[in-house]
């Protein structure tokens, strides 16, 4: 049984508000930045000083800062985005690409965004064939203004051959109490395109998060997703749709959580494989600890021909109060389809710590030793540099979450 | 005589059924000694509780390494004090590279033994590994891989020897180290298992000691000298004495006869070699 209090419906936006945007700031260079602002995106992987394609920073509702460093690879703020691409003298006409990966009006929280007209997002456009060489990155954060409403609209689109990486944070100032984050991103990754997409939430324990992602894969389009929290949050619910409506398209997806005190999350993805030979792979490792609960969810339906589709959902349990609920789903709609689904959720093995002792491990050392090699994802779908600093974040995060 | 392992009539309880009854066992330093016995004897309960692993409970009796008591101790710290082990079926553990595993294994040997000099890889961990690879024939990839996950029998022997090569115990417990291994590769562990018990040395510089756990000992063959067999079974040592005799007696009557104990070692034969005495 969930429990009640921790579950989705008490959540009634009225009781949050968007704060006057009249007075926010917006820098024209990294350097503009306050330390303070540095140091809260540094907690989720961006480090504004060092080499990369571009970056664009969004405190509460409206964008900070905006630097594009790369030709044919273009990031604005969306709002910008929509008077420029109107769809005319054959330019792109964004409105096509406007809750087409999402629906308006799958719940309260899309639909939040969809009649608000105030706040913004990112805009983030790869040309064909263009190639980000070093990630672009993204910070979004919620300032400390108590009962913040943060609505957040992006959208992402990979023109045919062209490759995205991007490194996204997500965090919120320790006095940003009882904040909410909404957050809709759109991704369009057409013909032979590529995106990488690493996202790093940090939050704290008072904040509800419902992010809400749409994928669109066309023929051969490759999409990897790197979603990692290791803070506490008051409850997050996320589940992006992904569909690969293309010929061979495929999906790549990992989630690491780390959950512990009264933090509730219900975490997972929907894979929709209707391309003739795409494929899909979610994957998601959750430790529990405290009186945590998590319910790790994995959906593939397989409609297309020859499709395969595999889910493996792994918890450990540290903690005699913390929870996890692990559910994957395989629904084949065809009888040419392959999906396979794996999951455990249990504490760690005494068989497993009481080998590594016998090699002179504490039995503290030898948890902390299968914990870390529990965390230790594959990033070898990522390209190298983003793949990288992948690693070197979910490195800094646990080490200032878990000591 | 320098004593390295001594069990004085060790009881001991698995999940309410006891498998080991008063058993004694004394190693003294620079001896090997093979354990032999049918399936289910109690000799995988002897090595996890010489270790002292959890589900292992000691209802009486006492184990002492190096005249030390250390039968309430950690796991932890009976390994510090230099034991180690190669297991029949380690656990596979996911998530942690068996190169990760070694290095660790590395740190703790460092932390363990006040002399580097003495030790095999003081030098660089890599290094040593690439000799190890040639020698063992494995390939510097099978070290990224997860301890003992997906791997073939023949492949977890090797872990568990590169893990003990690293950590270089005085004393060393085997439990069926040729079982799953084709004919090619036991020469292979054998000669690793004489460097790591210093069997190639003179009797004199023979400081490491071991116990053997085999329920046939083909592998013996390969192993130079070794210093006593034991027949264990209903948890208890039934015999004792020269290895070539036991072995002999084992091959020609089988274990049952034992029960009965037959008498088939031919007492006046090279005498001198034999000590009946525990």
Redesign the interface.
Known sequence: MIDKDKADDDIDLNDYKIEDLKTSKFYKSEQEIPDELRNSMKKVGIEVDSDKSGIFLQSGNKPDLCVSKVQGIELMPLKEALKIYDGSDGKLNLQDYFWKAVSSDKDKFTTEAAINEITDGYFIHALAGQKTIFPLQSCLFIPPFPGLKQVVHNIIIAEPGSQLDIITGCTAHTGAKSAIHLGVSEFYAKKDAKISFTMVHNWTETTKVRPRTGIILEENAKFSNFYVVMSEVKNLQTNPSIKLIGKNASYFGQTLIYAKGESYYDIGATAHLIGEGSKAEIISRVLAVDNSHVIARGKIIGDGKDVTGHIDCSALLLSPTARVDSIPAIVAQNPEVTLTHEASVGKISDDHIEYLMSRGLTEDEAINLIVSGFLDVDTSPLPPSLAEETKKIIDIVSKSEMG | MNNILRIENLTVRVDNHQILKDFDLNINKGEVHVLLGPNGAGKTTLIKSI?G???YVVESGKIYFKGEDITNL???ER??KGIG?L?QH??E?????LS??LT??DQ??N??TKETTENACDSDLDEYMDSLAQRLKFSKDYLER?VNTGISGGEIKRSEIL?MMV?QPEFLLFDEPDSGVDVENVEIIASIMRELLDRDKVPSKQEKSGLIITHLGYILKFLGHITRAHIVMDGKILCSGNPKQIINGVMKNGFEKCRECISCIDSTEKLEEVDFTL
Do not use: A, E, H, T
């Open positions: 270790l692993f959890k589900k950690s796991i932890s390994v510090s082990v297991f380690p656990p553990i996911n998530g942690v590279k990760k595993l660790v294994c703790k040997r932390m363990f997860d893990q950590m």
